[in-house]
């Protein structure tokens, strides 16, 4: 039982990490129907962003946690959203008249070039952060097991939680929002009503490049490990999570991170670690096969 | 769908300023936190560095570049224009017909060419190891292009698995080879067949999906076969993998020194020398990937290879035509993957030791990036990629460090400049040439 609430409570933190990064794929696909496979390393960059702001500020002598958590949120998310801008002008907007294999492949052209960029530039050795907010609550304690909640988890489950109510606020009250989603139905009328199409599209890839950057800092504030090589596994995760949802769906991308981080954590924890990841894969081909449309999204129908 | 057709305007000397200074600023917005700064362990604790001097080269270089672009388009605009009223896409199309109906392309005169080539190679570089080895590793590396090629180039199916059909075909001769005393060719068909099985148990739930979903889910299945391969330590060895795998042999003649049972070099009456072993593996690819080549041709001619064509071009005509997507689709999954398994045995002999560390996703970017830079269905694109992709790192050791990076940022170029691929084959392998024509 006491094993379980713990679970449950590191699931609910992982599960808002992988929610925050879905929303860029969901987001993106949703408005040009695309996925953006360099999504995991823009999150990547964002971490390694971090990593480098929390390193100078210390070295400036900010002691304070709360300030230096929150200038790195302000310097990560400023800076991951021109990498957002750049990945769209430069892998997406040449090729959105062309066939559909092109921008995949210079997509994934993208997210090789991303991670290796950063291998070539940070290096390739794993950045250890020193741990912050490590400080917690005891919930209860049964026999020898106690039930813990970090400050670093409350403050990642508050944080997404804020950001998600920002963001469907954006999404469903504001004139921004109401283009975007009138570009999500139909980008040529939504030119013709007189909006910057381009614009909104750009603005959607920094919006889910800006989210991934606050995943980004919260898992280097969190894990204190990162390498290049973390966008990978993070963006397959984020990625089922968006399909398991229903791609397309922004509570579905939500609920769909909940989902594989409550899975990923009780499976580390009740079956075996090593194959958690499999756990995660199989449950993408599973959803793809029986219900492509995920749990919240809307049957796709292709026309001529 | 939002393009503005702009009457033909060359920029001035200050509108390119402009441009070429919001492209510097970009470079420098993106390059503060990646080129101007980076962290370094001192001793346990991160310290920042800085590397102004670099992030400013970046910066002036992105600009100069700019500027060199914006010209260079300029005079390709320019030009083009005046070329474009003398040629039509008629014409095109006639030259295309013609050079059918003659049956020699200039491509397959290369592609002649190339096979001589080929053969003569170890004739003159019988004692260079290192000219041999490398040689042998493109030809692997051909051979997987010519594979996934029928996936990606003709099926129009993106595959970012493909290694692990790759793994699937190395890790089941190393299996029957060390556990089971198989031989090379008893065990090159049923690895083979083993990776169409595996392509099938993948692709025939998932075929049914849209293109970019079934990349991230071939993407999914090769991480599921890496992790295996490194976690199921009673079957796979694990992280360690498998070692002394027997290598191939002539007719259960090795390549042994000589006075040993089944030595080649004694029945031959030859001196022994280990070149000999490496001149017969460099054969045995090259035969391999003949085979391949011939075989993908020879399907690119019958209905189901035309079928592949056919799908990749315009799925939903295709259904409407009464062809069977889901079936056209598997058959190319699985020969791609057969084809995969094949190379596979081939490595796993040539190595004699394999593990998890050669079926990594990078290395199935390798071999996309051959397809796609090379041209997505050409058979002639994908050698001279394969070619240009394992001899760059050769050139340099330093140069290998950026060898991915490059393949990334040619892969986004290429697809911008040309998405079909630099010798992009789009044509139909066959074309019906009306004989009302004739007169």
Same mark, same amino acid.
């Given at each position: 039982?006491?094993?379980?609430?713990?679970?449950?409570?590191?699931?609910?933190?992982?599960?808002?990490?992988?929610?925050?990064?879905?929303?860029?794929?969901?987001?993106?696909?949703?408005?040009?129907?695309?996925?953006?496979?360099?999504?995991?390393?823009?999150?990547?960059?964002?971490?390694?962003?971090?990593?480098?702001?929390?390193?100078?500020?210390?070295?400036?002598?900010?002691?304070?946690?709360?300030?230096?958590?929150?200038?790195?949120?302000?310097?990560?998310?400023?800076?991951?959203?021109?990498?957002?801008?750049?990945?769209?002008?430069?892998?997406?907007?040449?090729?959105?008249?062309?066939?559909?294999?092109?921008?995949?492949?210079?997509?994934?052209?993208?997210?090789?070039?991303?991670?290796?960029?950063?291998?070539?530039?940070?290096?390739?050795?794993?950045?250890?952060?020193?741990?912050?907010?490590?400080?917690?609550?005891?919930?209860?304690?049964?026999?020898?097991?106690?039930?813990?909640?970090?400050?670093?988890?409350?403050?990642?489950?508050?944080?997404?939680?804020?950001?998600?109510?920002?963001?469907?606020?954006?999404?469903?009250?504001?004139?921004?929002?109401?283009?975007?989603?009138?570009?999500?139905?139909?980008?040529?009328?939504?030119?013709?009503?007189?909006?910057?199409?381009?614009?909104?599209?750009?603005?959607?890839?920094?919006?889910?490049?800006?989210?991934?950057?606050?995943?980004?800092?919260?898992?280097?504030?969190?894990?204190?490990?990162?390498?290049?090589?973390?966008?990978?596994?993070?963006?397959?995760?984020?990625?089922?999570?968006?399909?398991?949802?229903?791609?397309?769906?922004?509570?579905?991308?939500?609920?769909?991170?909940?989902?594989?981080?409550?899975?990923?954590?009780?499976?580390?924890?009740?079956?075996?670690?090593?194959?958690?990841?499999?756990?995660?894969?199989?449950?993408?081909?599973?959803?793809?096969?029986?219900?492509?449309?995920?749990?919240?999204?809307?049957?796709?129908?292709?026309?001529? | 769908?939002?393009?503005?057709?702009?009457?033909?305007?060359?920029?001035?000397?200050?509108?390119?300023?402009?441009?070429?200074?919001?492209?510097?600023?970009?470079?420098?917005?993106?390059?503060?936190?990646?080129?101007?700064?980076?962290?370094?362990?001192?001793?346990?604790?991160?310290?920042?560095?800085?590397?102004?001097?670099?992030?400013?080269?970046?910066? @002036?270089?992105?600009?100069?570049?700019?500027?060199?672009?914006?010209?260079?388009?300029?005079?390709?605009?320019?030009?083009?224009?005046?070329?474009?009223? @003398?040629?039509?896409?008629?014409?095109?199309?006639?030259?295309?017909?013609?050079?059918?109906?003659?049956?020699?392309?200039?491509?397959?005169?290369?592609?002649?060419?190339?096979?001589?080539?080929?053969?003569?190679?170890?004739?003159?570089?019988?004692?260079?190891?290192?000219?041999?080895?490398?040689?042998?590793?493109?030809?692997?590396?051909?051979?997987?292009?010519? *594979?996934?090629?029928?996936?990606?180039?003709?099926?129009?199916?993106?595959?970012?698995?493909?290694?692990?059909?790759?793994?699937?075909?190395?890790?089941?001769?190393?299996?029957?080879?060390?556990?089971?005393?198989?031989?090379?060719?008893?065990?090159?068909?049923?690895?083979?067949?083993?990776?169409?099985?595996?392509?099938?148990?993948?692709?025939?739930?998932?075929?049914?999906?849209?293109?970019?979903?079934?990349?991230?889910?071939?993407?999914?299945?090769?991480?599921?076969?890496?992790? /295996?391969?490194?976690?199921?330590?009673?079957?796979?060895?694990?992280?360690?993998?498998?070692?002394?795998?027997?290598?191939?042999?002539?007719?259960?003649?090795?390549?042994?020194?000589?006075?040993?049972?089944?030595?080649?070099?004694?029945?031959?009456?030859?001196?022994?020398?280990?070149?000999?072993?490496?001149?017969?593996?460099?054969?045995?690819?090259? /035969?391999?990937?003949?085979?391949?080549? /011939?075989?993908?041709?020879?399907?690119?001619?019958?209905?189901?290879?035309?079928?592949?064509?056919?799908?990749?071009?315009?799925?939903?005509?295709?259904?409407?035509?009464?062809?069977?997507?889901?079936?056209?689709?598997?058959?190319?999954?699985?020969?791609?993957?057969?084809?995969? *398994?094949?190379?596979?045995?081939?490595?796993?002999?040539?190595?004699?030791?394999?593990?998890?560390?050669?079926?990594?996703?990078?290395?199935?970017?390798?071999?996309?990036?051959?397809?796609? /830079?090379?041209?997505?269905?050409?058979?002639?694109?994908?050698?001279?990629?394969?070619?240009?992709?394992?001899?760059?790192?050769?050139?340099?050791?330093?140069?290998?460090?950026?060898?991915?990076?490059?393949?990334?940022?040619?892969?986004?170029?290429?697809?911008?400049?040309?998405? *079909?691929?630099?010798?992009?084959?789009?044509?139909?392998?066959?074309?019906?040439?009306?004989?009302?024509?004739?007169?």
């Amino acid at each position: 039982m006491a094993q379980a609430l713990q679970q449950l409570i590191n699931g609910l933190t992982l599960g808002s990490v992988y929610g925050l990064i879905a929303i860029g794929y969901t987001m993106v696909y949703g408005i040009i129907g695309m996925i953006n496979f360099a999504h995991g390393d823009v999150y990547m960059v964002s971490a390694f962003i971090a990593v480098t702001t929390f390193t100078l500020l210390a070295a400036l002598g900010v002691s304070s946690v709360p300030l230096a958590l929150l200038v790195v949120l302000v310097v990560a998310v400023l800076f991951t959203s021109a990498y957002g801008w750049t990945v769209e002008r430069t892998a997406y907007r040449p090729l959105r008249n062309s066939t559909r294999l092109a921008p995949l492949i210079s997509a994934i052209g993208m997210s090789i070039f991303l991670q290796n960029m950063v291998q070539v530039t940070q290096g390739a050795r794993v950045k250890p952060v020193p741990p912050m907010l490590s400080d917690g609550i005891t919930l209860f304690t049964s026999g020898s097991y106690s039930v813990r909640i970090s400050s670093a988890q409350i403050l990642i489950i508050v944080l997404t939680v804020v950001l998600m109510a920002g963001f469907t606020w954006l999404i469903t009250r504001t004139a921004f929002g109401r283009q975007q989603r009138a570009c999500e139905q139909d980008r040529l009328v939504t030119a013709f009503l007189g909006y910057n199409v381009d614009r909104i599209i750009s603005l959607t890839f920094m919006i889910g490049a800006a989210l991934a950057a606050v995943a980004g800092v919260m898992v280097t504030m969190y894990y204190g490990v990162v390498d290049f090589y973390i966008g990978f596994v993070a963006g397959i995760k984020a990625f089922t999570a968006a399909v398991l949802g229903g791609v397309g769906s922004l509570p579905g991308a939500m609920l769909g991170g909940l989902i594989i981080g409550l899975l990923e954590s009780f499976w580390a924890s009740y079956l075996s670690p090593e194959y958690k990841d499999i756990g995660t894969f199989v449950i993408l081909i599973m959803v793809l096969m029986f219900r492509p449309s995920g749990l919240l999204g809307r049957p796709e129908v292709e026309k001529v | 769908m939002t393009a503005i057709v702009h009457a033909h305007h060359t920029p001035t000397l200050s509108e390119r300023l402009k441009d070429a200074s919001a492209a510097a600023f970009i470079a420098l917005i993106l390059g503060i936190p990646m080129i101007g700064m980076t962290t370094v362990d001192q001793g346990g604790f991160l310290a920042v560095m800085t590397r102004w001097p670099q992030l400013a080269l970046f910066v @002036g270089l992105t600009f100069a570049g700019r500027i060199l672009f914006s010209l260079a388009l300029e005079t390709i605009k320019r030009r083009s224009q005046g070329r474009k009223s @003398g040629k039509s896409a008629a014409s095109a199309a006639e030259a295309a017909n013609a050079a059918l109906k003659r049956g020699t392309k200039p491509e397959s005169v290369i592609g002649w060419l190339a096979v001589g080539i080929a053969v003569a190679l170890p004739i003159f570089f019988s004692e260079d190891r290192y000219i041999i080895d490398i040689a042998t590793s493109v030809l692997i590396y051909i051979m997987l292009g010519w *594979g996934l090629n029928v996936v990606v180039g003709l099926a129009g199916l993106l595959d970012l698995g493909y290694v692990a059909f790759y793994a699937v075909g190395a890790y089941t001769y190393a299996l029957l080879s060390t556990q089971f005393g198989w031989g090379f060719w008893e065990a090159l068909p049923v690895a083979g067949g083993l990776a169409a099985l595996f392509g099938v148990l993948l692709g025939w739930p998932t075929l049914r999906l849209r293109g970019d979903y079934l990349a991230i889910v071939t993407l999914g299945f090769g991480e599921i076969i890496r992790l /295996l391969l490194v976690n199921w330590t009673e079957l796979s060895g694990g992280p360690n993998g498998i070692t002394s795998i027997p290598r191939p042999s002539v007719f259960g003649y090795a390549f042994l020194p000589p006075d040993t049972e089944g030595s080649i070099a004694d029945l031959l009456g030859i001196e022994f020398s280990p070149m000999h072993r490496l001149l017969f593996l460099y054969y045995l690819i090259l /035969l391999l990937a003949l085979l391949t080549n /011939l075989f993908v041709t020879a399907m690119r001619r019958l209905p189901l290879g035309r079928a592949w064509e056919a799908v990749r071009e315009d799925e939903i005509a295709c259904k409407a035509m009464g062809i069977n997507v889901t079936t056209v689709k598997l058959s190319a999954f699985a020969i791609g993957a057969m084809l995969g *398994g094949f190379a596979g045995v081939f490595f796993a002999a040539r190595q004699g030791f394999i593990s998890p560390e050669s079926f990594t996703f990078s290395e199935s970017a390798i071999i996309l990036a051959i397809v796609v /830079l090379g041209g997505m269905g050409s058979q002639l694109g994908v050698v001279l990629a394969a070619l240009v992709l394992v001899m760059l790192p050769e050139l340099g050791r330093d140069f290998a460090e950026y060898r991915m990076l490059l393949f990334g940022f040619a892969m986004i170029v290429i697809m911008v400049w040309r998405p *079909g691929g630099i010798l992009a084959n789009r044509a139909p392998t066959l074309i019906h040439v009306p004989t009302g024509d004739k007169a």
